[in-house]
């Protein structure tokens, strides 16, 4: 079975914070993205990575910046978290078209 | 015209009626769907994925493609109260070669 972890599930920040939310896939996928999902708006994109080293701006990378600095694992970055990234953000792979998420993590900032 | 559009629902079916989900997409270079479940407060979890026009059925579950009409649905057959959920419907654009999500479209079987 595919896995992708994200390490921190629960998170309460204050405003200007920076905070970090981990990813780690364990099925060789070439293929990482970020998703924030919120009530009417569905999934949206933010950031994804085709490779190490690299990576995308998704539909809504403003606030949010990314590190693949290893094939398994793609991290979220918020420089200064504020009260509109309140959240839950998904991590997911894929290998070709088909995508597997995380768990999720839901970020509160306050 | 939005990208991949689902009815928000929320759709009642009794328990063991047929549930029917559809949805519609824009760019018609799209080469590949895919249905989603989400229980509230988890993930989402693929369950069907279709490439060709037509019918595809993997147990209680059917998914129809009809790419003339930019059309996908997916059938739930023998609904059961599990199956409540929002159902994502997700195409890979062909543009670009991304997936882009719809909104989902809640489920809610009647016991």
């Known amino acids: 079975d595919v896995k992708v972890t994200q390490s921190s599930r629960y998170l309460v920040k204050r405003t200007g914070e920076k905070v970090f939310l981990e990813c780690v896939q364990d099925?060789?996928?070439?293929?990482m993205f970020w998703y924030r999902q919120d009530p009417g708006l569905g999934l949206r994109l933010i950031y994804f990575s085709y490779d190490v080293k690299m990576k995308e701006k998704g539909d809504i990378p403003e606030g949010y910046s990314v590190s693949r600095e290893k094939k398994e694992r793609f991290s979220l970055i918020l420089e200064s978290a504020s009260t509109n990234q309140t959240s839950m953000y998904l991590c997911a792979s894929s290998a070709g078209n088909t995508i597997y998420f995380g768990e999720g993590s839901w970020l509160t900032v306050v | 015209q939005k990208e991949v559009e689902q009815n928000s629902g929320p759709l009642s079916v009794p328990e063991g009626a047929i549930a029917s989900l559809n949805c519609t997409y824009s760019?018609?270079?799209?080469?590949?769907f895919f249905w989603y479940r989400q229980y509230s407060g988890k993930s989402p979890e693929l369950i069907m994925f279709?490439?060709?026009?037509g019918d595809k059925e993997d147990g209680r579950f059917t998914a129809q493609l009809n790419k003339a009409s930019q059309y996908v649905s997916l059938l739930i057959r023998d609904s059961q109260p599990s199956d409540s959920a929002t159902y994502l419907c997700?195409?890979?654009?062909?543009?670009?070669?991304?997936?882009?999500f719809g909104k989902g479209t809640r489920l809610h079987i009647l016991p």
């Open positions: 099925m060789d996928h070439e293929n």
């Open positions: 279709i490439y060709s026009n």
């Open positions: 997700a195409v890979n654009r062909g543009r670009d070669d991304k997936i882009i």
């Open positions: 760019d018609r270079g799209s080469q590949s």
